[in-house]
């Protein structure tokens, strides 16, 4: 079993930046992908930026070139760098990741943009 458990969540002013850490945990044999969800208020889950098994990387067009997903093999850690922040990007967020081709959630972090 793996677990995926998200920190980092906070309240940033709108034009700042946060950074959101996952950590995997359990039986880890290999980390195929990390990435990031999110759900604002009254709205679907969204693809924010992940890996694909292709090797490239998938994002919303609405976090093109502010937000930054990052991963640290050797730890297990994957990130979400977001800058420049905008009151939309306000929602909860989920790491989710590929291992050994089994897809793992974690339980979300708020993330609360303020004007």
């Known amino acids: 079993q793996v677990q995926l458990v998200e920190s980092g969540a906070g309240l940033v002013q709108a034009g700042g930046s946060l950074r959101l850490s996952c950590a995997a945990t359990?039986?880890?044999?290999?980390?195929?992908?990390m990435g990031w969800y999110r759900q604002a208020p009254g709205k679907q889950r969204e693809l924010v930026e992940g890996?694909?098994?292709?090797?490239?990387?998938d994002y919303a067009d609405s976090v093109k070139g502010r937000f930054t997903i990052s991963r640290d093999n050797a730890k297990n850690m994957g990130y979400l760098q977001m800058n420049s922040q905008k009151l939309e990007d306000t929602g909860v967020y989920y790491c989710?990741?590929?291992?050994?081709?089994?897809?793992?959630w974690g339980q979300g972090t708020q993330v609360t943009v303020s004007s």
């Open positions: 890996e694909t098994t292709f090797g490239n990387t």
């Open positions: 989710t990741s590929k291992v050994d081709g089994w897809d793992y």
């Open positions: 359990g039986n880890i044999g290999r980390i195929n992908t």
